[in-house]
Every structure is written in C-alpha cells, then in structure tokens.
C-alpha cells in the first residue's frame, strides 16, 4: 500500500495466500488475541507523521512490521513522573537494530516514542491532554496510532481544506500513453488550480496540498497531514482507469464505505495498491472507525463536489458521464477525522476524456467544478 502503481494490470498484489487467513481473525483493538498462532514478526521501522509544525493538533505513529504480530495495546494514565501513555506490546515480535530506540517529538500531543523491554513494546508518552487510538493496516502489516492533542476551540477559525494529489514520486497511478496522461502529474495540476480556484472564491479559506511537488507520500502521510492541521474537508483527487474497454467514462466521488460492487472493490485495491480481497476483508472492520456524524458530513460533501465537477466538465465535454456518489474503501480514507472524500475526476482511458484532459480548458473547468462544490459545502454545514 506504499506503493501505488499504475491501473489494474500493474496493480501491486500480494500474492501471500495467507493473507485472508489472517484478515479472518483481525484484532483491531482487540485485548484478547484471538488467533493463538504467533509468529516472528519484526518491527523494521516506526514512522512518525503530522507533527512538524510547533502547533500540530496531533500526530500518527505508524509501526512497520514483516509479519505479522500479535498485540496488545494498553492506555496508561499518568503516574508519578510519568505521562500518559499508550504502550503497544507484542508477542513473539523482535525489531531491528536500526529503530531508534527512543525518538522525541514534542509535538502534536505526543513527546516521546520509546521501545522498551522485558515484553517487547513500544510506548508512546503524550502530553497530558493527549489521547490516542490504536488500529492496524495490512499489506504490509502496520499498526497505526492516532494521537490527538487536545484541540483549541474551533471558534474564529478559518475553514482549512486540505487537497491531496493521488500518487507521486515512483507511483505515477493510471496513465494513457497515446495522449502522455499521468495520473500523478495531472491530478497534482487539478489540486493546485483547485486551491488557486477556492482562494479566489473563499478568501477566508486556508488551502493546502498534502504534496506540491512529483514526491511520493504513504497514505497515512497524506491523511495525518489533515488531522495534525484540524482540517475541515479533506479531498483526494484521482484520475479513473479501467483495463476493460471503457464504453462510458465519466465522474465519481467516493466516500469510505464497505461495498459489494465488484467494480468499487477493483477501483479501491487499485489505488490502495492492494488486492480485491484485503479491500474485502478489511473493510468490515471500518465501520468502528467511521463516526456517523463524519460520515453524513462525507457524503454531503461528496454530493456537492459530484454535482458540481461534473456540471463544470460539461462546459467543455457536454457527454460526460455522472456515475453518482459511491462508496468504496479506500485507506487514503481512513482515519480521517472530518469529511472526507475520494473524486475520480475523469478517465484516463476513456477516448473522449483522455482527449479533453490534455486541453488546459477542460482541466480548469473540473478544478472549478471541484472548488465551487467544496466552497459550497463549507458555506452551508
Ligand atoms: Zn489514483
């Protein structure tokens, strides 16, 4: 899932067939572990994100491991000299000499992120007003932390957007040769002429791009960047692909959902950079993690920018398609803690799409579509 690669075909799989014994017997925020089996998982690196600005509203704490580990996480309150914490312990785990052994932080409600023994695990020490939530990912296996320092109010803020190009640095995403579309380039000009867009039409309005360059992000990066920032709308924005010969092409807009559509669940392991049966597998632990609130807040937000993208594409392709406001699960998605939604612009690989994405027009007219759905969103919650 670190690595997203080009449409389906390239699409990075992992061909592991016990991958959905595993996904069987998940222990997302599980005490007790169910599946009595441990194997010899390392930790191989502890990535911190979202805490680089002094006032970062929190941070995510992502473990690595080859393998897969069983855990236990523990939330400690303060005592004595020490903060609270939260203590993640595995069983049968060993790391690798090159994690730090102690990292600190400082930021974003966490101070400090520790290994520690007897039992190996690692410890995160908070501040006082921090909380956490542990959950993991798989393919490869990572248990992530959401650290949230205690928030100031939200009174008097300005709504903050953040727009987040699909892919980047070595995962360009879906291409068209014929016409040298790039997902990754195309949909970091869609984001910059939305937040130029958006800007114009909502001064009051903070925009940031979770990339600005041709650089490769993880997913967690790309999501803990929006609640460090205590965004109010978070926005991924892709280009469609399809191996099959596309007939229809046309506009979507997801929002994070379990789903049975067999194409939702190709589309989802392809940009996830996964299999159509991790998407299948994982999801159904996604409802836990999915406020109710947030998700009405997804799907009017996704409305907004379906009608509009699509009503502002038409100025220049009147032909092209409104395949609706779905649901599908996508991990760029998860753990987002405001509205959030995945648009797939147009497709690459659908003739008369790929033609009008090369004219400037055409790109500018989806970008305003996008940042009047947004503006429109923000203006009415
Ligand atoms: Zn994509």
Not at 230 to 255: C, P, Q, Y
Request: with cysteine; glycine share 8%; proline share 6%.
């Amino acid at each position: 899932m670190f690595g997203l690669v080009v449409a389906a075909a390239a699409c990075r799989s992992d061909p592991s067939p016990r991958r959905q014994q595993e996904l069987s017997s998940p222990m997302m925020e599980s005490t007790e572990p169910r599946n009595p089996r441990v194997e010899t998982a390392r930790l191989q690196r502890i990535d911190v994100y979202g805490a680089g600005t002094e006032n970062a509203a929190g941070a995510r704490v992502v473990l690595l491991f080859e393998g897969v580990p069983l855990f236990e996480q523990k939330q400690l309150p303060a005592e004595g000299i020490l903060p609270p914490r939260i203590a993640i312990e595995l069983q049968g785990a060993e790391w690798d000499a090159s994690v730090p052994v102690s990292q600190a932080i400082g930021r974003g409600g966490l101070q400090r992120v520790r290994l520690a023994t007897p039992n190996p695990r690692v410890v995160l020490d908070l501040h006082p007003t921090a909380t956490g939530r542990v959950f993991f990912l798989t393919d490869p296996y990572r248990i992530v932390v959401d650290v949230s320092a205690a928030p100031p109010s939200r009174n008097e803020r300005r709504p903050l957007v953040v727009l987040d190009p699909g892919h980047g640095g070595r995962e360009p995403g879906a291409a068209n040769d014929r016409y040298a579309l790039v997902e990754s380039q195309l949909a970091l000009e869609l984001a910059e002429l939305t937040a130029t867009r958006l800007r114009a039409i909502m001064p009051r309005s903070r925009v940031l791009l979770t990339r600005s360059g041709d650089v490769g992000l993880s997913l967690e990066e790309r999501c803990a960047l929006a609640n460090a920032m205590e965004a109010d709308v978070f926005v991924s924005i892709h280009l469609n692909a399809s191996s099959e010969e596309v007939r229809k092409g046309g506009v979507t807009t997801f929002v994070l959902d379990t789903t049975n559509n067999r194409q939702a669940l190709r589309l989802a392991a392809r940009e996830n950079g996964t299999r159509v049966a991790e998407v299948t597998g994982i999801q159904s632990l996604l409802a836990k993690h999915h406020r109710q609130s947030q998700a009405e807040g997804s799907l009017t937000l996704a409305g907004r920018i379906q009608r509009s993208t699509l009503k502002a594409g038409r100025r220049v392709l009147p032909s092209l398609s409104d395949r609706g406001v779905r649901r599908a699960m996508f991990y760029v998605l998860v753990g987002a803690r405001m509205p959030s939604v995945l648009l797939e612009a147009s497709f690459l690989t659908y003739e008369p799409e790929a033609r009008a994405l090369t004219k400037h027009r055409y790109r500018r007219a989806l970008a305003d579509g996008i940042a009047s759905g947004i503006a429109s969103y923000l203006q009415t919650r």
